[in-house]
């Protein structure tokens, strides 16, 4: 994992090109530098991000490139504010162990996952460096109201863990003024709908394209947002939370859910992260030698349809020249009838949908056997549910067999189990 780019204060930030993208420059005939210059707003500022950048040995973990924000010249932005929170957040907002070597001391850290991994270190290379951390704070050293690093303690008083249902992990902390904040990083679909609707969606049209171009790009984004707790509010909460987490019955989980809910509410947006994971060296040519010895790949994967595409072709998963059945409920016909808001017609309509897509994949494959033709059957999560019901399943897994590749996106973990099965 990669620290690539960032958005924040509606500001994008970050030069550099995704696996994904350069196979997107193939595929459309482009120039890489022509198509690189196409993701930011505009040439001015393409020349102040490229410009008179210093060339640093890589950083595990860390390849943002952006005079913008390096070597302190965020404090000359618009919303140098919002960027100090961004970066506190990030240096924050975790669980990481740092580890000091003795003889350089330098700071490296042991993270519960690699993503984890590369926001404290892009908040240590941006000026913000988490390094000690005990059994109720965190220090950092960071720039101050003059501008130099400073050493700085935040208790922290509650840490509310991610898991795959919430989507998202805060920590609730009081810093050296006796101020209380909750800062909080996750999935853009659940925090976009906890954001406070007078002070807290200012910068949320911009993220949210930005957030968008960067999924494209293939890379995995998180939301950045935080909110200052009242005293009060927070003890009559933390009684609650501390109940809710002594708990031993078999609802523990669902009372800690609720609890949480109601602090991490009226948030305030600040940006969004986007790192890269990196395909190995000789992933795409593994692939392509399996596909030449006949083996049939399948790929079930959460990312958004676009996305999915995009990183078929940077692996090797799609190839040029390949058919593709494209199975999909993100159509005009389907969003009218959604929006009508009567789910047994949705459902109705949705299942049709679903098996005529199938049958006119089925007779394509079928048209072609004996020939050179190669398919590749991509499908989505809403999709797939359909697909995957008693009276359709037998044809759309006829209709898989005769691909040579198979990419079912936006699925659940639940959904996966059943293609595995």
Not at 47 to 53: A, H, R, S, W
Not at 120 to 137: D, H, I, M, Y
Not at 302 to 324: P, V, W, Y
Not at 365 to 386: E, M, P, Q, T
Request: hydrophobic share 40%; glycine share 6%.
């Amino acid at each position: 994992m990669e620290f690539l780019k960032c958005s924040i204060a509606g500001t994008a930030y970050g030069q550099g090109m995704t696996e994904v993208e350069r196979a997107m420059a193939e595929r459309l005939g482009k120039d890489a530098v022509e198509l690189q210059n196409l993701s930011f707003e505009d040439n001015d500022i393409n020349d102040q991000v490229g410009t008179e950048m210093e060339i640093k040995p890589h950083i595990k973990g860390f390849n943002f490139r952006d005079k913008r924000l390096m070597n302190g010249h965020w404090q000359q932005e618009p919303h140098a504010d919002v960027i100090r929170m961004f970066f506190r957040i990030l240096a924050i907002c975790q669980t990481a162990i740092p580890e000091e070597d003795e003889e350089t001391g330098n700071v490296s850290y042991e993270a519960e996952s690699p993503d984890e991994a590369a926001f404290v270190v892009a908040a240590r290379e941006l000026g913000f460096e988490f390094f000690k951390r005990t059994q109720t704070s965190v220090m950092l050293h960071e720039p101050g109201p003059t501008l130099d690093q400073v050493e700085s303690e935040y208790r922290i008083l509650n840490v509310l863990e991610f898991n795959s249902a919430r989507k998202r992990m805060s920590v609730i902390v009081r810093n050296e003024e006796d101020r209380l904040f909750l800062f909080c990083k996750g999935a853009d679909s659940v925090i976009f709908e906890r954001l406070s609707k007078k002070q807290g969606r200012e910068f949320g049209e911009a993220t949210r394209t930005h957030i968008s171009k960067y999924a494209d790009a293939g890379l995995r984004t998180l939301a950045i947002a935080y909110r200052e707790l009242d005293e009060e509010e927070y003890r009559v909460w933390n009684e609650e939370f501390m109940e809710a987490m002594n708990t031993v019955s078999a609802d523990r989980d669902a009372k800690m859910d609720a609890v949480t809910d109601k602090i991490e509410k009226e948030l305030i947006l600040v940006g969004a992260t986007a790192v890269e994971d990196k395909l190995q060296k000789g992933v795409p040519q593994c692939i392509d030698k399996l596909a030449q010895a006949g083996i049939k790949i399948w790929v079930l994967t959460g990312d958004k349809l676009e996305t999915a595409i995009n990183i078929g072709f940077a692996c090797s998963f799609l190839r040029q020249g390949m058919k593709q059945i494209l199975i999909t409920l993100d159509t005009p016909e389907i969003n009218v009838v959604e929006a009508q808001g009567d789910k047994e017609a949705i459902s109705k309509v949705s299942r049709e949908s679903v098996r005529k897509q199938i049958s006119d994949g089925h007779m394509q494959v079928s048209s072609v056997r004996g020939n050179d033709d190669v398919f590749a059957l991509i499908i989505d999560g809403k999709s797939l549910a359909y697909a995957l019901e008693k009276e359709i399943k037998e044809k759309f897994l006829s209709v898989a067999i005769g691909c040579a590749s198979v990419i079912c996106c936006r699925v659940s973990p639940k959904q996966k189990a059943l293609c595995v099965l």
